[in-house]
């Protein structure tokens, strides 16, 4: 039997029926933990047990503080139902109320030690419950806590064993004694540190990359966060920060904590030196860079700007850590020597790139990052989209206004090379797998775009255009922009058209215009290919921004597997001649000109 997850729309029904007064309310409440992932209390209510719960148990207040105050709550309510309410329920005294729960904790303690949700052996388990208590005999205790749905007994028949309901109550009394544990200075590194001896690259030879191993007590150690004083909870993430740098910041996030401005700056530090140490293994890189924007990414807050428009609106914008390239003649395209070289590479070397000529390039400004998520929301939230001033590329405004004919499309033009060149591109998917340069899904992906007709192209474009736009039908927002995996505020933003680009720079033009960080003459703009080419490769004619020598661990690529954007900076030898970092690999980025 599997419980599927409920989705929005099944969890705002299900609120408007069991507590309508507060439903709208609660939604509001899921929907921050959602997007701030404070309490992970969202992920909960998408299960249907954990959602009766969350609307019985959260009051005028709003939702518990952290998970750990929830389940305290509902664990009372659960004893509170079979001491008092329910027929034929245990009628325990307080005294044994309190035993109860000091020996699910020892179980709990007992059983996380060897292994996430552990089974027991029933005599195994009568044993635990009562080794730490005396007033509630071990079979009482067993029927109480499988009246409570805290323990699962089976089978009816011998053998007979005992684990936890779920693996979260287990985590939850396990966070008990972790915490008490803590309190006395007793050495739990064991606990946090990851096992990257568990750690494999890849189960086959297109799987993604695999995140860091995560330690059997990651959930307990959150729980215990949220279990103490704020004091006690900092000094618990500083504790873990030495050995588990993302975990530290769950701590101080999903504790639900008013953490001091101290500690964040600690844990930040930490995350970003992770981030930016090509020594720190890439996929701690790359938790540590998501666990950074979670908490607050300072390359990002540290470029926080405002001003005030028209009337008493202010705008918020953050503006590019911008790197000097100076002006002067470079080699732009490729010679002959160096097409050779980048064939030993297995780079694809196109026509558009020879000759090699000498370009003269006055001196300009590039952010050193792409525009991230957070920058470019920040343009949205400001009314970016509606504001026609910003949208003065030919055609930007039809194409904003009303969706062009699927013929005028950039897929449609695609799919017409792809269908006239198929006898000669087919047969080369099967060696270009081989040599590394696209994954079998991708190839698997081409072959199917091939064989489609133009009307099931058409409906997918469709469907494409229609998750860009409002109901009005303009142009609203990037294209997966409502999917989480993409829209991290330290990631490049991605799914943004040409026009939408030009947009944005038309945009922080206004805004930097009205700081006064730049004057009336200067603008913001998308660079020119040769622009482009030069704060990537210098003046040395470098093939790639840290020389002419490919390595796959020095760029988001597909050799690497991360097979999603990754924050900016997470691969730090990426750095043009410059310093413009990521401009290989990880995300395609918009010229001014034609490429």
Same mark, same amino acid.
């Given at each position: ?461 469709? *469907?494409? $255009? !229609?998750?860009? %736009? &409002?109901? #009005? /039908? ?8 409502? +999917?989480?995996? =993409? ?43 040769? *622009?482009? $080419? !030069?704060?990537? %490769? &210098?003046? #040395? /004619? ?8 490919? +390595?796959?661990? =020095? ?41």
């Amino acid at each position: 039997l599997t419980i599927h997850e409920m989705d929005d729309e099944r969890i705002r029904k299900f609120l408007n029926k069991r507590a309508p007064e507060r439903a709208e309310a609660l939604w509001e409440a899921l929907k921050k933990d959602r997007e701030e992932e404070y309490g992970r209390m969202y992920e909960l209510a998408q299960i249907p047990f954990w959602l009766v719960m969350i609307s019985s148990l959260s009051g005028k207040d709003g939702l518990p503080r952290n998970r750990a105050s929830l389940l305290d709550r509902s664990i009372d309510k659960w004893l509170d139902y079979e001491r008092h309410v329910r027929i034929g329920g245990l009628k325990i005294n307080d005294d044994q109320c309190d035993a109860f729960k000091e020996a699910m904790i020892h179980l709990a303690w007992t059983g996380l030690s060897r292994s996430q949700n552990y089974t027991f052996e029933i005599g195994e388990a009568r044993k635990f419950l009562g080794a730490r208590q005396t007033l509630l005999d071990a079979d009482i205790a067993i029927q109480l806590a499988q009246d409570c749905n805290l323990l699962l007994v089976e089978p009816p028949d011998k053998p007979v064993k005992a684990r936890f309901h779920h693996q979260l109550l287990q985590e939850y009394f396990a966070a008990h004694e972790l915490a008490e544990r803590f309190l006395r200075r007793k050495n739990l590194t064991r606990l946090w540190k990851i096992p990257w001896r568990d750690w494999k690259f890849v189960k086959s030879e297109w799987d993604p990359l695999p995140p860091p191993p995560q330690t059997d007590w990651a959930e307990a150690v959150v729980l215990a966060a949220g279990r103490l004083d704020a004091e006690q909870a900092e000094k618990l993430a500083l504790t873990i920060l030495q050995d588990n740098p993302p975990l530290a910041a769950r701590c101080i996030l999903e504790s639900g904590m008013k953490a001091g401005d101290a500690i964040i700056e600690k844990v930040t530090a930490r995350l970003l030196a992770d981030v930016e140490n090509h020594g720190v293994r890439l996929p701690a890189r790359l938790a540590a860079g998501k666990m950074l924007a979670k908490l607050g990414d300072p390359r990002l807050s540290k470029q926080r700007g405002e001003v005030q428009l028209a009337g008493d609106e202010k705008v918020t914008f953050l503006a590019p850590d911008w790197v000097n390239v100076p002006a002067g003649s470079f080699q732009m395209g490729t010679n002959a020597l160096q097409a050779r070289l980048l064939q030993l590479q297995r780079a694809d070397v196109t026509s558009d790139e020879q000759p090699a000529h000498i370009v003269q390039v006055s001196a300009f400004k590039m952010a050193r990052f792409p525009v991230t998520v957070a920058e470019y929301r920040c343009f949205m939230e400001a009314d970016g989209y509606e504001n026609d001033a910003y949208w003065k590329e030919e055609n930007s405004l039809r194409w904003r206004n009303a969706t062009l004919p699927f013929e005028e499309s950039y897929a449609a033009a695609q799919f017409r090379l792809y269908k006239e060149n198929a006898e000669q591109f087919l047969p080369q998917l099967d060696a270009l797998v081989r040599q590394g340069r696209i994954s079998q899904p991708q190839a698997e992906a081409f072959r199917i775009l091939v064989k489609s007709s133009d009307d099931e192209i058409r409906e997918q474009w469709e *469907e494409n $255009e !229609k998750s860009k %736009r &409002g109901s #009005s /039908g303009t142009v609203a927002r990037p294209w997966l922009w409502d +999917n989480q995996q =993409y829209t991290v505020d330290n990631q490049p933003v991605i799914g943004v058209s040409w026009y939408e680009a030009c947009a944005y720079a038309a945009w922080l033009t206004e805004m930097l215009r009205k700081e006064g960080a730049i004057s009336e003459r200067e603008e913001i703009r998308l660079p020119t290919e040769a *622009e482009w $080419e !030069k704060a990537a %490769r &210098g003046t #040395s /004619g470098r093939l790639w921004t840290w020389g002419n020598l490919w +390595n796959a661990s =020095y760029a988001n690529s597909l050799e690497g597997r991360v097979t999603q954007p990754s924050s900016i900076g997470a691969y730090p030898r990426n750095k043009s001649p410059y310093g413009v970092e990521d401009m290989i690999g990880n995300v395609w980025e918009w010229c001014l000109d034609w490429y």
